[in-house]
C-alpha cells in the first residue's frame, strides 16, 4: 500500500490561518509583530526566499521590513545595522539571509542578533535552550518538520529515527528536537560507513543532504515515515527532493513531496516565532 503524503504546504496554510486570527487579536491590543529581514547581494535563490517571507509575512499582518544592501556591504557594516534593530522597540524579529558574502563572517552575524530576537533559532544561547530542553526559538525547518510528524498523529517517543545530514540547519537540531521527544536518535553523514543498515532500521527517517535522489525504496524499512528536505533543480529545471519519492511510497506509511512538503513550513514557523517574540516582549501570555 502507497504512503500517506503529508503536504507541508496544507498544513502551512491552516497554521497561518490561525496565526492571522491570533495577528489580529495583538493588533487590537497594539501589539503589531515586526520583523526585518536583511539581503546581502542578488542572489537568485535568496531573493525568491525573501520574497516568500515577505508574501507569507502580509498574510498573516506581520509587519515585514526588507533591507537590502549591495555584496561590497563590509561585515562591520552589517554588524552595526544589527545592533541598531537589537534597540528597536518594533522590531521583534531579525533575519539575515544566508549565504552571505565570503568576506562576512556568518557566525559572527548570527551572534550578535540578540537571541530575544533570533527568530531564525540560530544563537548558541537559543541552541542551548534547545539542546536542555528548555523552550525557544527552535529552528525553522526542524520545528515545522516536528509539527508535520505531530499533525499526522506520528508516534515519536520510542521511535528509531535517522537523520542523514549534520548541518547546523537541519541535521542536528532536528535530530535534537527528536530527541526531546524522547525518540532514539543516529545521525549519518559523509563519512559514516555502511549507511544503508542505519537507514533500514529507520522508523522516522529524515533526509537532508542536497543530492537529487540520495536514497531510492530499496533503503527504506517497510512502513517507515519519510521526511525529504532536500530541495534539488533537475536538469530539466523541476525541483525534486534527496528521496526517489515513487520508490520510497511504496516502502512508507507517510512521505513529504518536494516541492509543496517540507518548505512551506520553514516560513511558518519563521512567523510562529516572530509572533511568539511579539507577545514576550510585550507580557502577552500565550
Known amino acids: 500500500m502507497a504512503a500517506e503524503v503529508i503536504y507541508g504546504s496544507e498544513l502551512a496554510q491552516s ?15 497594539g501589539i503589531i509583530p515586526g520583523l526585518t529581514v536583511i ?9 525568491s526566499y525573501v520574497l516568500g517571507k515577505q508574501r507569507a509575512s502580509e498574510y498573516v499582518g506581520v509587519e515585514s521590513d526588507l533591507i537590502t544592501l549591495p555584496d561590497s556591504t563590509s561585515e562591520e557594516e552589517l554588524l ?17 539571509q544566508l549565504p552571505l558574502p565570503a568576506h562576512i563572517n556568518e557566525q559572527k552575524v548570527i551572534e550578535t542578533i540578540t537571541p530575544e530576537k533570533d527568530v ?4 548558541p544561547i537559543n541552541i542551548g535552550r534547545m539542546m536542555t530542553g528548555k523552550d525557544t526559538f527552535f529552528p525553522c525547518t526542524p520545528y515545522g518538520i516536528i509539527q508535520m510528524l505531530k499533525s499526522k498523529d506520528i508516534k515519536i517517543e520510542g521511535k528509531h529515527a535517522v537523520i542523514i545530514g549534520r548541518s547546523n540547519i537541519v541535521g542536528k537540531p532536528v535530530g535534537q528536537l527528536l530527541l526531546n521527544e524522547n525518540a532514539t536518535v543516529t ?20 533526509v537532508a543532504v542536497g543530492m537529487e535522489h540520495f536514497i531510492n525504496g530499496d533503503y527504506i524499512k517497510d512502513g517507515a515515515v ?5 530541495v534539488n533543480r533537475t536538469k530539466e529545471g523541476t525541483l525534486t527532493g534527496d528521496v526517489e519519492f515513487e520508490s520510497a511510497k511504496e516502502k512508507a506509511s507517510f512521505i513529504t513531496p ?29
Open 15 to 29: 497554521m497561518r490561518d490561525e496565526m492571522k486570527n491570533e495577528v489580529l487579536d495583538l493588533r487590537e491590543k
Open 226 to 230: 519519510v521526511i525529504d528536505v532536500g
Open 39 to 47: 539581503l546581502i547581494g542578488d542572489d537568485p535563490a535568496s531573493k
Open 187 to 206: 545521525y549519518c553523514h559523509s563519512r559514516t560507513n555502511d549507511m544503508e543498515k542505519y537507514i533500514n532500521q529507520a522508523d522516522i527517517l529524515i
Open 258 to 286: 518536494v516541492p509543496k512538503g517540507v518548505g512551506p513550513m520553514t516560513i511558518t514557523m519563521l512567523l510562529h516565532n516572530t509572533i511568539k517574540s511579539a507577545k514576550i516582549h510585550n507580557g502577552v501570555n500565550s
Open 120 to 123: 531564525d533559532g540560530f544563537h
Open 80 to 96: 552595526s545595522l544589527i545592533n541598531e534593530l537589537n534597540n528597536k522597540e518594533e522590531v521583534h524579529g531579525i533575519l539575515v
